[in-house]
Protein backbone atom coordinates (compact mmCIF):
# COMPACT_ATOMS: atom_id res chain seq x y z
CA UNK A 1 0.00 0.00 0.00
CA UNK A 2 1.06 3.22 -0.86
CA UNK A 3 1.66 5.71 2.62
CA UNK A 4 1.47 9.11 0.41
CA UNK A 5 -0.30 8.90 -2.87
CA UNK A 6 -0.56 12.45 -5.14
CA UNK A 7 -2.38 12.25 -8.71
CA UNK A 8 -1.59 13.27 -11.15
CA UNK A 9 1.95 12.19 -11.75
CA UNK A 10 2.68 14.53 -14.36
CA UNK A 11 0.42 17.56 -15.70
CA UNK A 12 0.69 19.43 -18.62
CA UNK A 13 -1.07 23.14 -18.98
CA UNK A 14 -1.35 26.14 -20.45
CA UNK A 15 -1.00 29.66 -18.82
CA UNK A 16 -3.80 30.97 -17.05
CA UNK A 17 -5.36 27.79 -16.43
CA UNK A 18 -6.62 26.24 -13.01
CA UNK A 19 -5.43 22.79 -11.98
CA UNK A 20 -5.20 20.64 -8.76
CA UNK A 21 -3.40 17.84 -7.33
CA UNK A 22 -4.74 15.59 -4.79
CA UNK A 23 -2.66 13.91 -1.88
CA UNK A 24 -3.56 11.37 0.54
CA UNK A 25 -1.80 9.83 3.17
CA UNK A 26 -2.90 6.51 5.08
CA UNK A 27 -0.13 6.46 7.76
CA UNK A 28 -2.75 8.27 10.26
CA UNK A 29 -0.38 11.38 10.30
CA UNK A 30 -1.21 14.78 11.65
CA UNK A 31 0.54 16.79 10.05
CA UNK A 32 0.79 17.42 5.53
CA UNK A 33 2.78 19.59 3.51
CA UNK A 34 3.63 20.58 0.03
CA UNK A 35 6.61 20.85 -1.01
CA UNK A 36 8.05 23.06 -4.46
CA UNK A 37 10.97 21.55 -6.36
CA UNK A 38 12.30 23.84 -8.88
CA UNK A 39 14.72 23.05 -12.03
CA UNK A 40 17.66 23.41 -8.97
CA UNK A 41 16.71 20.60 -6.73
CA UNK A 42 16.18 22.97 -4.25
CA UNK A 43 13.28 21.80 -1.91
CA UNK A 44 10.95 24.12 -0.71
CA UNK A 45 7.97 24.60 1.41
CA UNK A 46 4.91 26.21 0.74
CA UNK A 47 2.51 25.01 3.18
CA UNK A 48 2.14 22.71 6.96
CA UNK A 49 -1.67 21.72 7.41
CA UNK A 50 -2.05 20.03 11.15
CA UNK A 51 -4.49 20.00 12.90
CA UNK A 52 -6.82 22.27 10.92
CA UNK A 53 -4.19 25.20 11.42
CA UNK A 54 -2.37 26.01 8.22
CA UNK A 55 0.91 28.05 8.17
CA UNK A 56 1.72 29.60 5.32
CA UNK A 57 5.07 30.41 3.62
CA UNK A 58 4.81 33.85 3.23
CA UNK A 59 6.83 33.76 -0.45
CA UNK A 60 4.20 31.19 -1.60
CA UNK A 61 1.68 33.45 -4.04
CA UNK A 62 -1.85 33.55 -3.25
CA UNK A 63 -2.55 32.07 -6.20
CA UNK A 64 -2.03 28.78 -4.43
CA UNK A 65 -4.38 27.62 -1.77
CA UNK A 66 -4.33 23.99 -0.18
CA UNK A 67 -7.65 22.61 0.70
CA UNK A 68 -7.93 19.98 3.45
CA UNK A 69 -11.31 18.03 3.39
CA UNK A 70 -10.00 15.86 6.31
CA UNK A 71 -6.50 14.78 8.50
CA UNK A 72 -5.88 12.39 5.65
CA UNK A 73 -5.91 14.65 2.21
CA UNK A 74 -4.39 17.84 1.45
CA UNK A 75 -4.75 19.34 -1.91
CA UNK A 76 -3.40 22.04 -3.94
CA UNK A 77 -4.98 24.05 -5.76
CA UNK A 78 -3.48 26.48 -7.91
CA UNK A 79 -4.72 29.49 -10.21
CA UNK A 80 -4.08 31.26 -13.35
CA UNK A 81 -0.54 29.19 -13.65
CA UNK A 82 2.39 30.85 -14.70
CA UNK A 83 5.29 29.64 -16.46
CA UNK A 84 7.38 29.83 -13.15
CA UNK A 85 5.07 27.46 -11.80
CA UNK A 86 6.41 24.57 -13.52
CA UNK A 87 8.33 22.51 -10.70
CA UNK A 88 8.06 18.82 -9.04
CA UNK A 89 5.53 19.13 -6.56
CA UNK A 90 5.50 16.82 -3.23
CA UNK A 91 2.88 15.94 -1.21
CA UNK A 92 4.40 14.81 2.36
CA UNK A 93 3.24 13.83 5.59
CA UNK A 94 4.73 13.32 9.24
CA UNK A 95 3.23 12.12 12.60
CA UNK A 96 3.87 15.53 13.87
CA UNK A 97 4.52 19.23 12.71
CA UNK A 98 8.17 19.31 12.06
CA UNK A 99 9.31 16.05 12.44
CA UNK A 100 10.90 13.23 10.62
CA UNK A 101 11.04 11.26 9.34
CA UNK A 102 8.88 12.90 6.50
CA UNK A 103 6.84 10.49 4.15
CA UNK A 104 7.09 11.62 0.82
CA UNK A 105 4.57 11.06 -2.22
CA UNK A 106 6.38 10.54 -5.60
CA UNK A 107 5.28 13.58 -6.73
CA UNK A 108 3.64 15.73 -9.30
CA UNK A 109 5.68 17.01 -12.29
CA UNK A 110 4.20 20.37 -13.84
CA UNK A 111 4.71 21.99 -16.65
CA UNK A 112 3.30 25.47 -17.67
CA UNK A 113 3.05 26.11 -21.50
CA UNK B 1 24.12 32.93 5.35
CA UNK B 2 21.84 30.63 4.59
CA UNK B 3 19.74 28.65 6.91
CA UNK B 4 20.98 24.89 5.52
CA UNK B 5 23.97 24.86 3.47
CA UNK B 6 25.93 22.37 1.41
CA UNK B 7 27.95 21.53 -1.38
CA UNK B 8 26.27 20.35 -4.11
CA UNK B 9 29.03 18.72 -6.21
CA UNK B 10 28.55 16.62 -8.07
CA UNK B 11 31.18 14.89 -6.31
CA UNK B 12 32.45 12.03 -8.80
CA UNK B 13 34.42 9.08 -6.63
CA UNK B 14 35.33 5.83 -7.52
CA UNK B 15 33.31 2.66 -6.47
CA UNK B 16 34.99 1.47 -3.33
CA UNK B 17 36.09 4.68 -1.97
CA UNK B 18 35.18 6.50 1.08
CA UNK B 19 33.30 10.01 0.47
CA UNK B 20 32.32 12.68 3.17
CA UNK B 21 30.34 15.71 2.76
CA UNK B 22 29.01 18.10 5.21
CA UNK B 23 26.16 20.48 5.78
CA UNK B 24 26.35 23.82 7.73
CA UNK B 25 23.03 25.65 9.96
CA UNK B 26 23.02 28.73 11.09
CA UNK B 27 20.75 28.15 13.47
CA UNK B 28 22.43 27.52 16.91
CA UNK B 29 18.97 26.91 18.11
CA UNK B 30 18.66 24.13 15.96
CA UNK B 31 17.54 21.08 17.77
CA UNK B 32 16.90 17.86 15.56
CA UNK B 33 19.19 16.65 12.25
CA UNK B 34 18.59 14.03 9.45
CA UNK B 35 20.41 13.35 6.17
CA UNK B 36 17.54 12.53 3.03
CA UNK B 37 18.46 10.36 0.16
CA UNK B 38 16.88 11.49 -3.15
CA UNK B 39 17.03 9.13 -6.22
CA UNK B 40 17.46 10.82 -9.52
CA UNK B 41 13.44 11.56 -10.63
CA UNK B 42 11.91 9.97 -7.18
CA UNK B 43 10.91 11.28 -3.67
CA UNK B 44 13.59 12.18 -0.96
CA UNK B 45 13.55 9.49 1.64
CA UNK B 46 15.31 9.19 5.25
CA UNK B 47 18.74 7.84 5.15
CA UNK B 48 19.32 8.36 8.87
CA UNK B 49 19.15 10.78 11.71
CA UNK B 50 22.19 12.43 13.09
CA UNK B 51 22.50 12.02 17.15
CA UNK B 52 24.40 14.10 19.04
CA UNK B 53 27.32 11.62 20.12
CA UNK B 54 27.37 10.36 16.58
CA UNK B 55 25.70 7.32 15.34
CA UNK B 56 26.41 4.38 12.34
CA UNK B 57 24.06 2.74 9.80
CA UNK B 58 26.19 0.26 8.37
CA UNK B 59 28.67 1.93 5.72
CA UNK B 60 27.06 5.20 6.93
CA UNK B 61 28.50 7.20 9.83
CA UNK B 62 26.81 10.70 10.61
CA UNK B 63 27.75 13.06 13.06
CA UNK B 64 26.90 16.29 14.74
CA UNK B 65 29.30 19.35 15.67
CA UNK B 66 27.16 21.48 17.36
CA UNK B 67 29.69 23.90 18.13
CA UNK B 68 30.75 24.33 14.86
CA UNK B 69 26.86 23.90 13.86
CA UNK B 70 27.69 21.30 10.83
CA UNK B 71 26.82 17.90 10.48
CA UNK B 72 28.35 15.36 8.32
CA UNK B 73 27.91 12.01 6.07
CA UNK B 74 30.46 9.77 5.56
CA UNK B 75 30.31 6.45 3.19
CA UNK B 76 32.44 3.69 3.19
CA UNK B 77 32.95 1.19 0.09
CA UNK B 78 30.86 2.92 -1.69
CA UNK B 79 28.69 1.26 -4.37
CA UNK B 80 27.12 2.32 -7.55
CA UNK B 81 23.69 2.10 -5.88
CA UNK B 82 25.29 5.33 -3.70
CA UNK B 83 24.93 7.52 -6.85
CA UNK B 84 22.24 9.98 -5.40
CA UNK B 85 21.66 13.51 -4.01
CA UNK B 86 22.00 13.68 0.38
CA UNK B 87 20.04 16.20 1.64
CA UNK B 88 20.43 17.66 4.75
CA UNK B 89 17.71 18.79 7.04
CA UNK B 90 17.42 20.22 10.03
CA UNK B 91 14.32 21.09 12.24
CA UNK B 92 14.13 24.29 14.18
CA UNK B 93 16.25 26.14 11.70
CA UNK B 94 13.50 28.48 10.19
CA UNK B 95 10.66 28.44 12.49
CA UNK B 96 6.91 29.17 11.25
CA UNK B 97 6.31 26.88 8.00
CA UNK B 98 9.57 25.54 8.03
CA UNK B 99 9.62 22.69 10.75
CA UNK B 100 12.07 20.76 8.51
CA UNK B 101 14.52 22.73 6.82
CA UNK B 102 16.05 21.02 3.52
CA UNK B 103 19.65 22.24 1.82
CA UNK B 104 20.03 21.86 -1.64
CA UNK B 105 21.70 18.75 -1.50
CA UNK B 106 24.72 17.45 -2.52
CA UNK B 107 24.86 15.40 -5.79
CA UNK B 108 27.07 11.93 -5.36
CA UNK B 109 28.04 10.21 -8.63
CA UNK B 110 30.21 6.64 -7.82
CA UNK B 111 31.70 5.14 -10.72
CA UNK B 112 32.55 1.83 -11.83
Known amino acids: DTAVSQTPKYLVTQMGNDKSIKCEQN?????MYWYKQDSKKFLKIMFS???????INETVPNRFSPKSPDKAHLNLHINSLELGDSAVYFC????????????FGNGTRLTVT | RKEVEQDPGPFNVPEGATVAFNCTYS??????FFWYRQDCRKEPKLLMS???SGNEDGRFTAQLNRASQYISLLIRDSKLSDSATYLC?????????????FGKGTHLIIQP
Open chain 1, 92 to 103: ASSQRFGESPLH
Open chain 1, 27 to 31: LGHDT
Open chain 1, 49 to 55: YNNKELI
Open chain 2, 27 to 32: NSASQS
Open chain 2, 50 to 52: VYS
Open chain 2, 89 to 101: VVNGSGGGADGLT
